[in-house]
């Protein structure tokens, strides 16, 4: 009898365990993530209009993912969905969060913020794959897998297309030090390559080259004719340094 009792007690915290709800979750969440319309349980549920740091992450789902619990260690699949941004990665956690199989796509206007300084409003569809994407206190920043855009459109002060980007992302030689993206492109106003590196503390050094091609039209030419070092059928190299600021939709 009472090892039919202990049987029932077991499976009882069992049973509660893979039933708790996921909103018993809310109060204990740090003071930069807001959720609402929680759904589900701790193991397998979604909130909708996340805000992380103010950041829009719109409605999320997540899944503990079994296999990672049997070596003593944590992580979910997570779909997050916004009109122009969709994204799905494997969330770990071990020494510190990082992420695996990261994939997204949406519209470069998500990013237009990040180019209202220079006055131009990007246009075009990306993807991004990456294999990992690591943030920890020592090194903050580690990156590899791609990205495409297609096409990219510079739309503003310029109509200008730089054709499909591709880039090409690797930790730089010491892994410390950040990634470093190889960009190239194909079937634009201008021929494009340059590399970014990108620092533990997410600021950037960049160098690109521009050459007109065959498809180099009169305005396109009198903007290359402002860069600073054009000839008449020669590149423009240009360089950009800074630090990358998240920010909010």
Same mark, same amino acid.
């Given at each position: 009898?009472?090892?039919?009792?202990?049987?029932?007690?077991?499976?009882?915290?069992?049973?509660?365990?893979?039933?708790?709800?996921?909103?018993?979750?809310?109060?204990?969440?740090?003071?930069?993530?807001?959720?609402?319309?929680?759904?589900?349980?701790?193991?397998?549920?979604?909130?909708?209009?996340?805000?992380?740091?103010?950041? !829009?992450?719109?409605?999320?789902?997540?899944?503990?993912?079994?296999?990672?619990?049997?070596?003593?260690?944590?992580?979910?699949?997570?779909?997050?969905?916004?009109?122009?941004?969709?994204?799905?990665?494997?969330?770990?956690?071990?020494?510190?969060?990082?992420?695996?199989?990261?994939?997204?796509?949406?519209?470069?206007?998500?990013?237009?913020?990040?180019?209202?300084?220079?006055?131009?409003?990007?246009?075009?569809?990306?993807?991004?794959?990456?294999?990992?994407?690591?943030?920890?206190?020592?090194?903050?920043?580690?990156?590899?897998?791609?990205?495409?855009?297609?096409?990219?459109?510079?739309?503003?002060?310029?109509?200008?297309?730089?054709?499909?980007?591709?880039?090409?992302?690797?930790?730089?030689?010491?892994?410390?030090?950040?990634?470093?993206?190889?960009?190239?492109?194909?079937?634009?106003?201008?021929?494009?390559?340059?590399?970014?590196?990108?620092?533990?503390?997410?600021?950037?050094? !960049?160098?690109?080259?521009?050459?007109?091609?065959?498809?180099?039209?009169?305005?396109?030419?009198?903007?290359?004719?402002?860069?600073?070092?054009?000839?008449?059928?020669?590149?423009?190299?240009?360089?950009?340094?800074?630090?990358?600021?998240?920010?909010?939709?």
């Amino acid at each position: 009898m009472k090892k039919l009792v202990f049987i029932i007690l077991i499976a009882a915290v069992i049973a509660v365990a893979f039933n708790l709800p996921a909103r018993i979750l809310q109060p204990l969440l740090p003071n930069s993530i807001y959720l609402q319309s929680v759904q589900g349980t701790i193991w397998q549920g979604q909130a909708q209009a996340v805000r992380y740091s103010g950041k !829009s992450l719109g409605t999320i789902h997540w899944r503990v993912l079994p296999q990672c619990l049997t070596k003593l260690s944590l992580c979910l699949a997570v779909k997050q969905q916004l009109p122009s941004l969709q994204s799905a990665f494997i969330l770990h956690w071990a020494d510190y969060w990082h992420l695996t199989e990261l994939t997204a796509s949406g519209d470069m206007k998500h990013f237009s913020a990040y180019f209202e300084d220079y006055r131009i409003t990007p246009r075009g569809h990306f993807n991004i794959a990456l294999s990992e994407l690591k943030f920890a206190q020592d090194e903050r920043f580690i990156a590899r897998g791609n990205i495409e855009i297609k096409p990219l459109w510079l739309v503003s002060v310029m109509r200008l297309s730089l054709g499909d980007i591709s880039a090409e992302i690797e930790p730089a030689a010491d892994p410390a030090l950040g990634s470093v993206l190889q960009i190239t492109n194909q079937r634009g106003h201008l021929d494009l390559a340059g590399d970014v590196q990108l620092t533990p503390e997410l600021s950037y050094e !960049s160098q690109f080259t521009l050459i007109p091609n065959e498809s180099t039209n009169r305005s396109v030419r009198r903007i290359l004719r402002y860069l600073r070092g054009y000839n008449q059928g020669a590149g423009v190299q240009l360089s950009f340094d800074g630090q990358l600021h998240p920010i909010a939709d």
